[in-house]
Nanobody
């Protein structure tokens, strides 16, 4: 399984971006998904996770109400819609997957990772 993240860029505070994560295989509905991010000098952190079949969607408090995860199983894609971006959102964003029902918030529990896409929010 290979994941390809894209859609990052340089934006101003308050702007929106949509990140995409493409799966290399069909059957993405069998995977639980997560978006994580890593800022310079910091550990990789949970942003949002999405359980298989839509169960148990979780958001970090810092992005709740601003970010939304979604998936299109027909296109083998997962998205992260990011609104009202803040400088604190600046990081490399990664999509991740695991072939289980549950979607934990611990990044070490994910089997497959995309290469990351840079999001930079200027003040």
């Amino acid at each position: 399984v290979q994941l390809q993240a894209s859609g990052g860029g340089l934006v101003q505070t308050g702007a929106s971006l949509t990140l995409s994560c493409a799966f290399s295989i069909r059957g993405t509905e069998l995977y639980s998904m997560g978006w994580f991010r890593q800022a310079p000098g910091k550990e990789r952190e949970f942003v949002t996770t999405f359980g298989r079949g839509g169960s148990g969607t979780l958001y970090a408090d810092s992005v709740k109400g601003r970010f939304a995860i979604s998936r299109d199983n027909a296109k083998n894609m997962v998205y992260l819609q990011m609104n009202s971006l803040e400088p604190e959102d600046t990081a490399v964003y990664y999509c991740a997957a695991r072939p289980t029902y549950t979607a934990p918030t611990n990044p070490s529990q994910y089997n497959y990772w995309g290469q990351g896409t840079q999001v930079t929010v200027s003040s």
